[in-house]
């Protein structure tokens, strides 16, 4: 489910740089802002892999990939702020700075917490699923859980991904000559 919600949440970000690149006059760079999209599917692949083989050094590529993806964004809307004005360019800058700020937090704290669950399964022995073998535990053993401790680690990055990144794409409706 979540890796469905993240798909939804790649397509708004590449809405983001494409809207602005429009609204800059840049078609380079709506041309340029295709490549996210390929970042960004070949990451759920990972997720995917690790989701059903719960080997968690596939997350850390994942994580990274979403990195990748969000710097080649920030790069493009940096362009998209040297060659604009006015509230183009300010939502470039905030687009820039929210774009670094989830490479920082990727790079700081995602990418290595996946890197301790990885080194941690390893030390333990943990044998890891082959893909068919982790779809059906996944279809039949896992079970959804909404206690704090399940979800306690992850939440610095779910909860603004969820909340956070939806408010800033209602509020792209309100900007002018939107």
């Given at each position: 489910m979540l890796s469905w919600w993240r798909t939804l949440c790649l397509l708004a970000v590449l809405n983001v740089c494409l809207?602005?690149?429009v609204h800059a006059g840049l078609p380079w760079v709506q041309k340029a802002a295709w490549a996210i999209p390929v970042f960004m599917v070949v990451a759920q692949?990972?997720?995917w892999h690790s989701v059903l083989t719960l080997n968690h050094i596939t997350q850390a590529v994942e994580s990274s990939l979403w990195a990748a993806g969000f710097s080649w964004m920030a790069a493009l809307l940096g362009v998209i702020a040297l060659d604009s004005t006015g509230w183009v360019r300010s939502l470039a800058v905030f687009?820039?700075?929210g774009s670094m700020a989830f490479v920082a937090y990727v790079a700081g704290v995602?990418?290595?917490m996946y890197w301790r669950r990885y080194q941690h399964g390893r030390a333990r022995g943990q044998a890891y699923m082959r893909l068919d073998q982790?779809?059906?535990d996944a279809w039949h053993r896992r079970v959804p859980s909404g206690s704090w401790a399940a979800w306690k680690a992850d939440a610095l990055w779910l909860?603004?991904?969820f909340s956070v990144g939806v408010w800033i794409s209602i509020a792209m409706v309100c900007?002018?000559?939107a």
């Open positions: 809207w602005l690149a692949g990972f997720c687009g820039i700075l995602d990418v290595p982790g779809a059906r909860t603004p991904y900007v002018p000559g």
